[in-house]
């Protein structure tokens, strides 16, 4: 019996489930985005948000404390170079969890999990550069079309 424990076993002993949760946090601080399964992308979401909250404040403490979980350079590098300046003013929820359907060999619940400041369709890119001008054109009817001469040409108004 579970009797009020919260995380989510996945199948996997302690050390194992460990070193999953690790290789995906790793894969996603790399990648941006990864595929799992949803059971897999709601125990990565618990896993690295804190990690995420961890590295807004680049201190020699919070880079240990973030490569004793993930236990690699590159990734602990890239998270604290290029993931914590983009997250920096926000307040938490770096992550977005969406449901892809089901697996075709097994049927399991696949789902994408990304990083919600790297994703450029729902985010909007602040540009530099002027924004797109749009022209609009008067349409030609009936009561603004000018009157036309017996000649076919249009009639000049002197």
Same mark, same amino acid.
């Given at each position: ?37 949803? @059971?897999?992308?709601? !125990?990565?979401?618990?896993? =690295?948000?804190?990690?995420? $909250?961890?590295? *807004?404040?680049? #201190? ?46 097994? @049927?399991?619940?696949? !789902?994408?999990?990304?990083? =919600?400041?790297?994703?450029? $369709?729902?985010? *909007?890119?602040? #540009? ?31």
């Amino acid at each position: 019996m579970r009797h009020g424990n919260k995380n989510n076993a996945l199948g996997r002993k302690k050390a194992h489930r460990d070193s999953l949760l690790s290789n995906l946090a790793i894969s996603l601080i790399d990648h941006k985005r990864i595929e799992t399964t949803l @059971a897999k992308a709601k !125990a990565l979401r618990l896993y =690295v948000e804190p990690l995420i $909250t961890k590295s *807004k404040d680049d #201190t020699t403490h919070s880079r240990r404390v973030v490569f004793s979980e993930l236990q690699n350079k590159e990734a602990t590098a890239a998270l604290f170079r290029d993931v914590a300046p983009k997250v920096a003013t926000r307040p938490g929820g770096y992550t977005r969890i969406i449901k892809l359907g089901n697996r075709l060999g097994d @049927a399991a619940e696949m !789902a994408m999990i990304e990083l =919600v400041d790297f994703n450029t $369709t729902y985010t *909007k890119e602040k #540009t530099a550069g002027a924004a797109k001008k749009t022209r609009r054109t008067r349409r030609t009817t009936a009561k603004n079309a000018a009157p036309k001469a017996e000649g076919g040409e249009e009639a000049k108004s002197e």
